[in-house]
Nanobody, 125 residues
Framework: EVQLVESGGNLVQSGGSLRLSCEVS????????IGWFRQAPGEAPEGVSC????????YYADSVKGRFTISSDNAKNTVYLQMNSLKPEDTAIYYC??????????????????WGQGTQVTVSS
């Protein structure tokens, strides 16, 4: 089994910053991708960003490109999502997930195998 635990969510003013963390434990894999997703009340889940363990390549949704940065610390088994210039529309529960042996890199939620419980991000206007 794989466990993912998110942290770092908080209430922040518009224009502010937050850093989310996703700590991964349990089984280890040689090839995987870690993705961040979010879901606002009444909205469909949205892929935000992902990073590949294979070559460190990253991918961002257009809605966060230039504002969010994903990174990983393999020694700590942790993936981070640095979120800058936050907007009220970024308000959501943020989840991290792992896709084992991915083909390419992307944010198709159905392809991710294990998910965390989520952390709430609220951006006030």
């Amino acid at each position: 089994e794989v466990q993912l635990v998110e942290s770092g969510g908080n209430l922040v003013q518009s224009g502010g910053s937050l850093r989310l963390s996703c700590e991964v434990s349990g089984r280890t894999f040689d090839d995987y991708a870690i993705g961040w997703f979010r879901q606002a009340p009444g909205e469909a889940p949205e892929g935000v960003s992902c990073i590949s363990s294979h070559d460190g390549s990253t991918y961002y949704a257009d809605s966060v490109k230039g504002r969010f940065t994903i990174s990983s610390d393999n020694a700590k088994n942790t993936v981070y999502l640095q979120m800058n210039s936050l907007k009220p529309e970024d308000t959501a529960i943020y989840y991290c997930a792992v896709e084992i042996s991915p083909i390419g890199i992307g944010l198709t939620a159905a392809l991710y195998d294990y998910w965390g419980q989520g952390t709430q991000v609220t951006v006030s206007s």
